[in-house]
């Protein structure tokens, strides 16, 4: 056998202006020892997450994360398999929970890994529903939206990983569920599959008529994940005292100009009906994560919380994927299998 194994990987090749386009991204391959030095482990990548925060990383300039240098391998959270270890934690077979981004076998250090137990729950959840976003969903909503029965919850990309979560926990507290999306596809599952009370299809001539008219007693609870145009339709329908999680601003990563969540009107509602507009990082609540585990592992497990993953075979097809979900073409968790 070889003393070394091929890793493949994706480094942003330039940084994009606007959307990003394939010259923005380059494949390398390189050799990685099979025997890492002490204190790392060699890993087979067995899924990779793609999510929208990646487009932020690739811009310079501040925000709560390092930006991403040209050259550097595209970030990124991973379900590996240990293929040869050098450190005590992890032995070879071991299934950990990784962060080596868009990458077919990297090295990493044991430090930075957690491992999963994979009769729980397919692996791959790691990365969705038990992962980052199902957290995201659960900890934005519950901290800040503070759901209450009876209550109006619109959310925004509700087919989508953090979208459906939210949904289907706010179903679970009691609320009326108003979930907005893109095409009849999307609304007919959060619908249909999901129980959102009403699914709206934002793309649709009348979507601004529907919204009003799904949301007879105002909104108690709008959850932000995109910005733009949707805000400036919810916020007139806002209720005193009502709370807004803001989780994402996804129609504003790619330098579109967003709605007026800053202007004078929209400030002015804040105050008139004692708005409360909250940003947060899901790492914010990270001392939470036991709690979300044993509640969304339940609500999964007893079919209360479902999900739906769509998984893109070929670590060439990542950059088309990414690209993709920048506009709303992924329908679910979008995952690599490299
Ligand atoms: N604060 C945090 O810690 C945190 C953590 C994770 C995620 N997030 C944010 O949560 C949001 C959802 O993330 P996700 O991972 O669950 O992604 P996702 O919803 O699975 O996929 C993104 C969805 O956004 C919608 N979209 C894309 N471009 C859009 C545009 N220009 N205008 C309107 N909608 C657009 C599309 O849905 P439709 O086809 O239905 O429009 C697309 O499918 C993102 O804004 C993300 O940045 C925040």
Redesign the pocket.
């Known amino acids: 056998m070889a003393d070394t194994i091929l890793n493949r990987r994706i480094v942003m090749a330039a940084r994009p202006s606007g959307m990003p386009a394939a010259e923005n991204f380059r494949l390398e391959e390189v050799a990685e020892p099979r025997q890492p030095p002490q204190g790392e482990v060699l890993l087979k990548t067995l899924f990779f997450s793609l999510?929208?925060?990646m487009r932020g990383r690739m811009d310079a300039g501040p925000s709560y994360a390092q930006a991403l240098e040209p050259g550097g391998v595209m970030e990124g959270g991973s379900v590996c398999e240990v293929l040869a270890s050098q450190s005590a934690d992890f032995s070879p077979g071991d299934i950990v929970l990784a962060g080596t981004g868009w990458q077919t076998h990297p090295r990493a250090s044991a430090r930075g890994l957690r491992k999963i137990d994979p009769s729980l729950a397919p692996v791959s959840t790691a990365l969705g529903i038990l992962g980052?976003?199902g957290m995201?969903a659960y900890t934005?909503l519950l901290n800040i939206g503070t759901p209450k029965p009876g209550e109006t919850l619109v959310v925004?990309?509700?087919?989508?990983?953090?979208?459906s979560a939210v949904g289907q926990i706010g179903r679970i507290k009691g609320c009326r569920v108003v979930g907005i999306?893109?095409?009849e596809e999307?609304t007919r599952y959060i619908r249909d599959e999901l129980g959102f009370d009403v699914a709206l299809d934002?793309r649709a001539a009348d979507f601004a008529a529907r919204l009003k008219t799904a949301c007879p007693d105002g909104i108690d609870i709008y959850f932000e994940?995109?910005g733009?145009a949707?805000w400036d339709l919810v916020r007139p329908l806002l209720n005193n005292f009502a709370r807004v999680p803001v989780?994402?601003?996804?129609?504003q990563y790619n330098g579109?100009a967003g709605g007026g969540m800053g202007s004078a009107v929209a400030l002015r509602s804040v105050l008139v009906k004692r708005l409360r507009i909250q940003g947060?990082?899901?790492?914010d609540f990270a001392a939470q994560r036991e709690d979300f585990l044993r509640d969304m592992g339940g609500w999964v497990s007893s079919g209360q919380v479902k999900y739906r993953e769509d998984v893109v075979e070929g670590l060439e097809n990542a950059v088309p994927a990414f690209i993709g979900?920048?506009?709303?073409h992924?329908f679910?968790?979008?995952l690599v299998r490299p």
Do not use: E, R, W
Request: charged share 5%.
């Open positions: 999510d929208p925060y980052m976003p995201t934005g925004a990309a509700a087919s989508g990983a953090v979208g999306a893109g095409g999307k934002h994940n995109v733009g949707v989780c994402g601003l996804i129609a579109v947060f990082i899901v790492s979900l920048l506009q709303g992924n679910g968790k979008l």
